[in-house]
């Protein structure tokens, strides 16, 4: 059974800084796509970054040159580095697999992949 439990998060003034992190279990894939998605009060998810097997990354426009996506060495913990925060970064931050190479990683994920259960994110201004 696949899980990815999610960490880190919190509340940060504008121009800090978060990390978060995913572990994934029983998610034993040699071909995958992983990444963030993101979804604001009121708002329709949106996906912020996705790396892939090839370790190709793909990131959100409003996201790029602030976040980074990563993974540790044993592959089964995925990581975004949230630098420069501005309050519209606000919102509930999650992370999801998929056992197969979806391109560009990141640009889309579905309710049918695997989702970790979610961490706020809090920027004040």
């Known amino acids: 059974q696949v899980q990815l439990v999610q960490s880190g998060g919190g509340s940060v003034k504008a121009g800090g800084s978060l990390r978060l992190s995913c572990v994934i279990s029983g998610f034993t894939y040699s071909s995958y796509c992983m990444g963030w998605s993101r979804q604001a009060p009121g708002k329709e998810r949106e996906e912020v970054a996705g790396?892939?097997?090839?370790?190709?990354?793909h990131y959100a426009e409003f996201v790029k040159g602030r976040f980074t996506i990563s993974q540790g060495n044993a592959k089964n913990t995925l990581y975004l580095e949230m630098t420069n925060l501005i309050p519209e970064d606000t919102g509930m931050y999650y992370c999801?697999?998929?056992?197969?190479?979806?391109?560009?990683?990141?640009?889309?994920?579905?309710?049918?992949?695997?989702w970790g259960q979610g961490t706020q994110v809090t920027v004040s201004s």
């Open positions: 999801a697999a998929v056992p197969y190479l979806r391109g560009p990683c990141g640009v889309s994920f579905y309710p049918d992949d695997e």
């Open positions: 790396i892939d097997s090839d370790g190709s990354t």
